[in-house]
């Protein structure tokens, strides 16, 4: 019986979510072995279908086939989530994460993760996420965040890891954490998209509470390394 995962999350903040699309995808079990000692507590997923964005990644499978102690955060970039969501939550995901602009009926989405189980443990519960491109008004969050979790801002336009931070991500954060800090419930703040160890101290102090980096952990040399220096960056940027 472990820790709910939004809890563990929450006590681990500010933290890093280390994306795996740039590891060494025929050696993952061995390159995502090198997280946990980093102090990393979580390995995000991206999914891609070739239909919202334009390319394609991974799905179910692979999700389940993963064995690790660390949180598996899902993000799904993938058209209508609604009918697939329930194959990820099966496949061991302990956050899901949605894009707005994904679907008619992104409510709807939130509302059935709320009453699926957390297939790992039931005690953990499902972080529910909704991440919104680069491009997308923040408003849109506005009618959901009484029923998330975790709320994500893409600083790149999403398709492939190794991209360059836009800059105007860093105004949205703060608007976004303020709006976050004005309500009467928990809700993580999340940055997904070109963070490199020169950018993640100053992404941690617009306040972000998650930060995924993907190609700056998994570059093919020293994965524990990188983990443990954004990390490390992190922490001294929150103290
Ligand atoms: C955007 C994805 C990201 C991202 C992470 O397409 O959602 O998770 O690519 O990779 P890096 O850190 O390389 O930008
Ligand atoms: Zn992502």
Redo the contacts with the bound molecule.
Sequence with gaps: MGAGAFDRIRAAAPTISV?MMTADLLRLGEELEQLGPAGVELV?F?VMDGHFTPTMTIGPPLVKAVKTPLLKDV?LMIEEPLQTVTEYVAAGADVVTIQAESCRHPHRVLQALGQMENANDPARGIVRGVAVNPGTPLEVLDPLLGDCELVMLLAVNPGWGGQSFIPSTAERARRLRERLDGLDRDVLLCV??GVKRDNVGAITQLGADLI?TGSAVFDGVDPEGNARAMLDAVRRAAA
């Design positions: 994306g995000h991206d993000h997904d998209g995924v």
